[in-house]
């Protein structure tokens, strides 16, 4: 049995793409995949299932969630290995508070290299970006913020082809993906 997580892109933003939690465990029930938990109202999907295809179970989702809602939404789909190396490979200092701001960009596999750094325009005086297979972390000082160079991310290629969660909630999905606590 392999764990999932399946991010949904864009939903319940701004009252664009609503997509109510329930229904979506429902739906994800319904593709047989078992153990099917959702955490907070952005569309993080932690799940087991017996296949192994990563192509095949983004395009099953992808089409229920069109069936479901009809609408198209987006998903990146990471194992817990994968999810659990991020967690292990960002600094245990890189926080979301109220001083820190810190996000895990998940990419489309398109973009899943490390030359996607290049990609985002950066100001080294303030922004702290890391490459993690799969991801990009940006840690900033929240106080820092209006002279980031990540002011420019949106409508870029790279936002276009990734989903971002703060590193709480992701620390907190990978604690679910191995029936943690979480600290």
Not at 73 to 96: H, Q
């Amino acid at each position: 049995m392999n764990t999932y997580l399946a991010l949904l892109r864009g939903i319940n933003v701004g009252g664009n793409a609503p997509v109510d939690m329930k229904q979506l465990k429902t739906c994800f029930e319904s593709l047989n995949f078992i153990n099917v938990r959702t955490y907070i109202n952005t569309g993080n999907v932690v799940f087991d299932s017996p296949m192994k295809n990563r192509t095949v179970i983004i395009k099953s989702i992808e089409a229920k969630l069109i069936e479901t809602y009809g609408f198209k939404i987006p998903i990146v789909l990471r194992d817990k290995e994968n999810l659990k190396t991020i967690c292990d490979t960002f600094p245990k200092t890189w926080i979301n508070n109220d001083e820190y701001k810190t996000d895990i960009l998940f990419l489309w596999d398109d973009y899943d290299t490390s030359d996607s750094l290049q990609l985002i325009k950066q100001n080294p005086e303030v922004d702290v970006l890391m490459y993690v297979s799969g991801s990009i972390g940006w840690c900033i000082r929240r106080d820092h913020y209006k002279e980031s160079g990540m002011n420019k991310f949106i409508g870029s290629p790279l936002y276009k082809n990734m989903t971002a969660r703060n590193i709480n909630t992701v620390r907190k999905l990978n604690a679910m993906m191995w029936n943690e606590k979480s600290s």
